[in-house]
Structures are given as C-alpha cells and as structure tokens.
C-alpha cells in the first residue's frame, strides 16, 4: 500500500485568513486518510505523530489543532474504516420478497467488502490493537451486530410470509452470520486470498444460502 507524502486536495490550501468550515472538514479527512494508509501498513506502535504530519505535509500544530494525540486519531482511523468497511450497503430489502434472494443480496454485499485488502488489513490492525483499545473492539462488532440485525429483520419477515418455519430470527441471523460471512472471511485471510471473482462467489453463496434454508424450511409432508 502507497504511502508516500500525499498531496493536499488544493481546495485545503489557505489563502488567506481563517479556514472555511468545509475547508477544515477536509483537511481533517485528510489527515485521517493519510493516518489510515499509514496505520494499515504499519501498526500503531511504530506510526508517529511525525510521521503522520510529514506524510500529510502539514505542520504538528495543524495535527493537534484537531487530534489531541495519536490515540485520538487511531480512533478516527479505525471508526472510519469500519463504518466504509463493514457496514453493508445493504439497508433496505423488499418486506415481502423472496428470502433467499434477499440474503444472497446482503452476504454478496458484505463479503465484497470484508474480502478486500483494506477491510483485511483493518481487521487485522483491530485485533493487534484491541488490548489497547478495548472501546474500538466494540465499536468494530456493533457494525457486525447492524448486519445481523438486517438479516434476523429478513427472517423474521420471511417467517410472517411463510416461507420459512417460525424460530427466534435473532439466533438464526448469528448463525447464519456465522457460517456465511465468518467462516469465509476467516478462510480466506488465513489462505493468503482476500478477493474471488464476482461469479466465483455469487455462486458459492447462492449454493451456501441455499443449505441454509433447506433446515430452516417446514419439512415436507409425507406421503401414504
């Protein structure tokens, strides 16, 4: 991952007098970007507020006029990431359409993100870091609790349409989680692949929400 200096936006660069209010907003998400790429390389240990000011090409005044440490930062970094990183895009599914095609959606969606360098790096320096950083451990598997709120949502409807049998859609969205979206990022990062090709996974996890519905479904009746 590139970290060389990174050159401000020009539309941070002062002119004159006090920043715009947009201007600041920018020059703090640089700063936050550029701590990012910095942290994801590295780890926290060795990133300086230094080496954050120099790679940024901002002055150290400048970093503590809107971080009051290094640690502040890191919160920010990691904060960030996970919201762009974790939290699916996913918010919305039809109230009544078809369960499975609603949960390929989401897992589709989530593993695209969870699989790539970026999202692995960042899960990565989250558990490094974690001992330090207790809060940010939290705050990384509240945007796993969002997910699984989407998909027990998802099951609860399905159960109300009928289509699959009545069961606490909570327990069914954790393991679901579980053996869809945990297990093949946790395979994948630990074989060295984060990234499949779109039809390679759309495949594996239409087969992979099917088995899982196939025990959530009511048993056919017998016949004679």
């Known amino acids: 991952m590139d970290v060389a200096k990174a050159k401000p936006n020009r539309s941070l660069r002062?002119?004159?007098?006090?920043?715009?209010r947009e201007q600041a907003e920018q020059l703090t998400a640089h700063i936050v970007d550029v701590a990012t790429r910095l942290f994801l390389k590295s780890s926290f240990e060795t990133v300086s507020v230094d080496l954050i000011a120099e790679?940024?090409?901002?002055?150290?005044?400048?970093?503590?006029?809107?971080?009051a440490s290094k640690e502040a930062v890191f919160v920010a970094v990691i904060r960030k990431g996970a919201n762009e990183l974790l939290v699916p895009a996913v918010v919305e599914c039809a109230r009544h359409g078809p369960i499975e095609a609603n949960l390929i959606?989401?897992?589709i969606d989530i593993l695209k993100r969870a699989l790539t360098p970026a999202a692995v790096a960042l899960e990565r320096l989250v558990s490094s870091e974690a001992h330090q950083f207790p809060q940010l451990a939290r705050a990384y598997h509240d945007n796993e609790l969002h997910a699984r709120r989407l998909i027990a949502n998802m099951f609860a409807n399905a159960m109300e349409d009928g289509q699959v049998r009545s069961m606490d859609p909570d327990f069914l969205a954790e393991q679901f989680q579980y053996a869809l979206v945990h297990g093949p990022v946790r395979a994948n990062i630990l074989g060295g692949k984060v990234t499949k090709a779109d039809k390679e996974l759309r495949e594996r996890v239409e087969r992979a929400v099917g088995l899982f519905l196939d025990g959530c479904r009511a048993p056919a009746p017998r016949r004679g």
């Open 55 to 67: 790679t940024a090409r901002i002055s150290k005044q400048t970093f503590y006029a809107r971080f």
């Open 105 to 107: 959606r989401i897992v």
């Open 14 to 20: 002062r002119r004159s007098g006090r920043p715009t």
